[in-house]
Nanobody, 122 residues
C-alpha cells in the first residue's frame, strides 16, 4: 500500500502561481512513477503530468505544457507540481497518484490521494 497526501492548494488570481506537494508513505516511493490529475465539477478526471521513478522522464498534458512543472524528491518521498501562469480553467481538485509505469492513463494508477482544491479567480 502507498498512502498519498496532497497539500498546497488554495485560491489564487489568474496569472499567479501555486506549488502542490504530495507526500507518500508505505511502500518504497522510488519504485513508482507519479502522476498529477485534476477533476472539475461535472467533468471527468483528466491527466495533468507524470514523472518517472528517477525523475528523468516527464510527460505533460497539452493544456499545461510550458506552465506546469512536475518534479520529485525521492529522499523526501514527495512529488511536486509547480503551477505558473494559472488560468481560471485550471480550477479543479488536483490529485496525485502512483503507478508502476509512466503513463497518462488514469486506470493505470493504483494509489490515489484525497485531492486538494485549486481555485483560480479571473
Amino acid at each position: 500500500q502507498v498512502q498519498l497526501v496532497e497539500s498546497g492548494g488554495g485560491l489564487v488570481q489568474a496569472g499567479g502561481s501555486l506549488r502542490l506537494s504530495c507526500a507518500a508513505s508505505g511502500r518504497t516511493f522510488s519504485n513508482y512513477a507519479m502522476g498529477w490529475f485534476r477533476q472539475a465539477p461535472g467533468k471527468e478526471r483528466e491527466f495533468v503530468a507524470t514523472i518517472s521513478w528517477s525523475g528523468g522522464y516527464t510527460v505533460y498534458a497539452d493544456s499545461v505544457k510550458g506552465r506546469f512543472t512536475i518534479s520529485r524528491d525521492n529522499a523526501k518521498n514527495t512529488v511536486y507540481l509547480q503551477m505558473d501562469s494559472l488560468k481560471p480553467e485550471d480550477t479543479s481538485v488536483y490529485y496525485c497518484a502512483a503507478a508502476t509505469l509512466v503513463t497518462p492513463q488514469t486506470k493505470r494508477y493504483d494509489y490515489w490521494g484525497q485531492g486538494t482544491q485549486v481555485t483560480v479567480s479571473s
